[in-house]
């Protein structure tokens, strides 16, 4: 494809269709302003404003990403789900208030302490007895969880958003804990954009520590036949699995 000089400017992919919309973050607001603050739950815009003064906040999931949640797991009728991963619980909370009334999220983390500043909030909105919240380590609750055959294809859903180093070891109990057809979301799949940043690029220390383990866990999943995936350039970006087999 021959360049554009329109402007004095290239092409900047050359993939047929390619629409390059977040070309600016005036545009990313205006997506907030139009379509997700004035759908925003009061009990989630309430725990964004907490969330925001926390020193961690950069740990949150973005608000676009939370309304894309709750309508997803609308989309598939998810009951039975797990989050591993909570920080102050914004995630939690959209999923906890998109779950019929006896839905359950099976919710990990390994701070406690962060999940209590959103608790209030999440009481205060009625979804807590959702909650099974377990702090600590989430492998050993998977391994414990697979021990059991009944668990096996158990989970409508789940959402990871935890120690990117473990995303593989948590993909590889979670395709016998989800059921064909479930869905498993995991999040920071683009890493601040440092998927293609060059390897000597100036990066902070842990956008480069995590960054090899997120490539890693971007070609397995492109690679894996259980699943059929679409990796979305929402928040820090998502891929969305659906268990095929």
Same mark, same amino acid.
């Given at each position: *494809?021959?360049?554009?000089?329109?402007?004095?400017?290239?092409? @900047?992919?050359?993939?047929?269709?390619?629409?390059?919309?977040?070309?600016s973050?005036a545009?990313y607001?205006?997506?907030l302003? %139009?379509s997700?603050?004035?759908?925003?739950?009061?009990? *989630?815009?309430?725990? @964004?404003?907490i969330?925001?003064?926390?020193?961690? /906040?950069l *740990?949150?999931t973005s608000?676009?990403?939370?309304? &894309?949640?709750?309508l997803?797991?609308?989309?598939?009728?998810?009951?039975n789900t797990?989050?591993?991963?909570v920080y %102050?619980?914004y995630s939690?909370?959209a999923?906890a208030?998109?779950l019929p009334?006896?839905?359950?999220i099976?919710? *990990?983390d390994? /701070? @406690?302490?962060?999940y209590?500043?959103?608790?209030p909030v999440?009481?205060?909105a009625?979804?807590a007895?959702?909650i099974?919240?377990?702090e600590?380590?989430?492998?050993p609750?998977l391994?414990?969880?697979?021990?059991?055959?009944?668990?096996?294809?158990? &989970?409508d859903?789940?959402?990871?958003d935890?120690?990117?180093?473990?995303?593989?070891?948590?993909?590889?109990r979670l395709?016998?804990?989800v059921k064909?057809?479930?869905?498993?979301a995991y999040?920071? %799949?683009?890493?601040?954009?440092s998927?293609v940043a060059?390897?000597d690029?100036?990066?902070?220390k842990?956008?480069?520590?995590?960054?090899? &383990?997120?490539l890693e866990?971007?070609?397995a999943?492109a690679?894996?036949?259980r699943?059929?995936? =679409?990796q979305?350039?929402?928040?820090d970006g998502v %891929?969305i =699995? @659906?268990?095929?087999?």
């Amino acid at each position: *494809m021959a360049s554009d000089s329109k402007n004095g400017e290239q092409h @900047r992919h050359q993939e047929v269709g390619h629409k390059s919309l977040l070309q600016s973050d005036a545009l990313y607001q205006y997506i907030l302003e %139009t379509s997700v603050y004035p759908r925003e739950p009061e009990a *989630m815009k309430e725990l @964004r404003d907490i969330t925001a003064k926390h020193p961690w /906040n950069l *740990m949150t999931t973005s608000a676009d990403e939370g309304q &894309f949640l709750g309508l997803l797991l609308k989309l598939i009728n998810a009951k039975n789900t797990m989050e591993i991963g909570v920080y %102050t619980g914004y995630s939690l909370l959209a999923t906890a208030l998109a779950l019929p009334d006896d839905g359950k999220i099976l919710a *990990m983390d390994i /701070n @406690r302490e962060n999940y209590e500043i959103g608790l209030p909030v999440i009481q205060k909105a009625g979804v807590a007895h959702k909650i099974d919240f377990r702090e600590g380590p989430a492998l050993p609750v998977l391994d414990q969880l697979l021990e059991d055959a009944k668990n096996h294809g158990s &989970f409508d859903f789940v959402f990871v958003d935890a120690d990117k180093d473990n995303y593989i070891n948590y993909h590889k109990r979670l395709l016998e804990l989800v059921k064909v057809g479930g869905v498993i979301a995991y999040d920071n %799949t683009l890493w601040n954009g440092s998927v293609v940043a060059p390897p000597d690029a100036p990066m902070r220390k842990y956008i480069r520590y995590y960054r090899d &383990f997120v490539l890693e866990l971007n070609k397995a999943l492109a690679a894996d036949d259980r699943i059929e995936i =679409c990796q979305l350039p929402v928040g820090d970006g998502v %891929t969305i =699995c @659906r268990r095929v087999k």
